[in-house]
Nanobody, 121 residues
């Protein structure tokens, strides 16, 4: 049975940092990524790792860093210089294969339940 479990969300002041973790199990995975959904908005891409690339949304470039441990099927997201607009539920996603369209949500096969990040001003 495949499981994708996020952890590490919480409340932080603007300018602070948080680290999210994602643990995937049950099979081997290709792409893994982070997406987020802010209140009243659609879910959007944040960061993802493919076979040889790590990509970021423009809104988080230079502030967020994703890292993956392939041996453990884990993906972390280090979030620095957080802003109130980063407030959202953050979801980890995993795919059966590697693919180049890593920003496309429908190409991911498995999703976690999400973890809430709240950034206060």
């Amino acid at each position: 049975q495949v499981q994708v479990i996020e952890s590490g969300g919480g409340l932080v002041q603007a300018g602070g940092s948080l680290r999210l973790s994602c643990a995937a199990s049950g099979r081997t995975f290709g792409n893994m990524g982070w997406f987020r959904q802010a209140p009243g908005k659609e879910r959007e891409f944040v960061a993802a790792t493919t076979y040889d690339t790590t990509g970021y949304a423009d809104a988080v470039k230079g502030r967020f860093s994703a890292s993956r441990d392939n041996a453990r099927n884990t993906l972390s997201l280090q979030m620095n210089s957080l802003k109130p607009e980063d407030t959202a539920v953050y979801y980890c996603a995993a795919a059966r294969k590697y693919f180049s369209s890593y920003k496309v949500q429908k190409d991911y096969d498995y999703w976690g339940q999400g973890t809430l990040v709240t950034v206060s001003s």
